[in-house]
């Protein structure tokens, strides 16, 4: 049996996650699908991955052959065997062709179809058609049983949800069941279900999987929030303090579902912010693929070298602005906290510094009363004088009376084009030294 999400759509974006479950020694099943029109190149959007559930780390992945006739894909596991893992199946393409997945004919157990989710969701629709309130209180009893897996106690608060009308707490638990929360969230979520509001739960989860997450599965989360107005304020604040890249306004679903269903002056917040958006650079995205395929092919013994060229380009590249593991500056952020995220996330945040930039680190321009302009972050701002941190990392002290104009900018301190200064090869060994550090001691 295969689930394929070509059921929905070419243009559906999604993803499907196991539960979790001990990884064996071997593991094959059947994948299907496409990454684009045979005629360009692989897109390499959609696509099933085996992650580690404790560091959220890929352990194998692989790409649909592009074609209609599945091939089977086989994995060998020995190296993880017992770990506790889980899969994901994600379709990521929003194309009208070739942009679909489909996956199955597990040789393992635990990821063979199971009728249980189908049913549960079968009776749910049923319910919700039907709209008895009668069943209201044996929802909130359903979703409260320990017995029912994460996804499923969210399907269920989606459904209870809808029922009393609160748009907010349903698309929050739609939000969570598609982006697989920690078990801590849904605890969370299930104790909220007697008491009017959420409190801030709904921003800390946005939050906590927008920061975390590449770019693609931002834009995914995007197209979530935007499709429903209780949820747009979610968006709106990521995009203002800078857990959503603004590049996710790219996204007619995104863009068009923000604009329509705020007022003024979000929408022209919004509207200005795509505005300003910069041209694409495809060669970047490239470049990035290119890198993490390389760094999963480095093998054992040429670890320690690439660490150890990485660690020396980090002092002379990075340790300006950056700490980690207690040596660096802090002009920029600290990285102890960013290199846990995936590969993917943390060079997007290296090669394109300003599609994800905290609110915190977003550069101001100064117009000077003698016609210069001086670009930087603010720094201990008082009435006689004002700090601004260049992209050198020099500090310039400036007196406020002779600013002329000041303009917030959504831009980063940290320059673009390291890939042309360290070259492909470079960046490598300074992504494998930033991904050894997670695993050493860090500074409390």
Known sequence: QFRSSILRGESYVGKLVSGSFGAPEHLSFWLVGHNGHPDQSDKKKNLVRLVDDATQETIAEAFPPRSDIATVVRWDLSKWKGRTVHLECMDQDSGDAYAWIGIGRFDFPPLMSDSSPSLLRAGLELIEACHPDSMIGQLRALAEQRSLDDSSRCEVIESWAKLRGDNERSRLALVMRSFQPQPESVKRLVATLNDETMGTLGIDFIKQIATKQP????????????????????????????????????????????????????????????????????????LSIRIVTSLGQIKAGEVENHVANGASLFQKNCATCHQLGGQGATIGPQLDGAIVRSPSRLLEDVLMPDRNVDHAFRTTTLLIDDGSVRVGLLRNETRESLELVEANGQVVRIDPESIAERRPDQRSLMPSGLQESIGETGLTDLFMFLLSKRTLPLKP
């Open 215 to 286: 770019f693609d599965e931002q834009r995914r989360l995007a197209i979530l929030l935007a499709g429903q107005r209780e949820s747009i304020p979610w968006l709106l604040q990521g995009l203002r303090e800078g857990w959503f890249s603004a590049e996710v306004l790219r996204e007619p679903k995104v863009l068009q579902g923000t604009v329509s269903l705020t007022d003024s002056p979000d929408r022209e917040y919004v509207q200005s912010l795509a505005e300003s958006l910069p041209a694409l650079d495809q060669k970047l995205e490239e």
